[in-house]
């Protein structure tokens, strides 16, 4: 059996960094109302990309960002919340604004609008300190015993130098906007653990709390806000900050 190494880690990288909240990646589209960009589906580069040319090309620059998303790969989070705060745009999220939605899209903005049923979802981030790997493991599980073994070294050292390298830029683009970097990995602590990982399938935070971890100015629309279930057989804990 032949594998693609490159491709291979790059299909790791997609599992690790994708939203486990999804059932399946959305295309999705971005477009522009008057003041208010809006992006809809998993983060993509063409869809990121998308946005940045609409945004360019407007006369008036619109000021707001109107978002549903169930996150996607941890770079391009990054590249659309840095964007997004280099731009001074305030959120609005009505819905739901999951994965690396949350963990690098919401917390860039200025003011930060909610309905007040919205979902703000984690399930860890780039510096998150484990990742399920065993998917990695089986794909060689047809090889020779010893050769098995050096390529799943081999796998494992070039996903733990991706990690490397993310993980700083994580804690740079947290640093950047003032927000305390264990946003993305409270709700990993062992405490937890105690909710059902078949029902659990991640966390939020009461806006009241976000504040504590640097994510300021926000406004639930009709408040007050309250926990929704995501989808069926698929809810958020809520992680409260001391």
Not at 18 to 42: F, R
Not at 131 to 148: C, G, H, N, Q, W
Not at 200 to 218: M, Q
Request: hydrophobic fraction near 35%.
């Amino acid at each position: 059996m032949k594998v693609n190494m490159k491709k291979t880690v790059l299909s790791f990288l997609v599992v690790m960094s994708c939203n486990v909240l999804a059932d399946e990646l959305d295309i999705g589209n971005v477009s522009q109302e008057g003041m208010v960009m809006k992006y809809y589906g998993t983060l993509s580069y063409e869809l990121n990309e998308k946005l940045f040319k609409l945004y360019e090309e407007a006369k008036i620059k619109p000021s707001a960002l109107y978002i549903e998303s169930d996150g996607g790969d941890v770079e391009l989070g990054m590249d659309l919340g840095d964007w997004v705060y280099e731009k001074n745009l305030d959120i609005i999220v009505d819905s739901y604004c999951l994965s690396s939605c949350a963990n690098y899209v919401f917390p860039s903005a200025n003011h930060k609008t909610l309905g007040n049923q919205a979902l703000i979802g984690y399930h860890g981030g780039a510096n998150s300190t484990s990742f399920d790997t065993s998917a990695i493991d089986d794909m060689y599980k047809d090889l020779p015993v010893e050769e098995r073994k050096e390529k799943q070294r081999e796998l494992h050292l070039s996903i733990k130098e991706y990690q490397k390298r993310v993980g700083a830029r994580e804690l740079e683009f947290y640093q950047k906007i003032g927000v305390k970097p264990d946003l993305a990995t409270l709700g990993q602590q062992e405490k937890y653990t105690v909710y059902d990982e078949n029902i659990y399938v991640g966390w939020t935070y009461r806006p009241e709390s976000f504040a504590k971890l640097g994510v300021n100015k926000i406004k639930v629309s009709s408040p007050p806000w309250m926990l929704s279930d995501y989808k069926e057989n698929k809810r958020l804990y809520i992680v409260e900050v001391d």
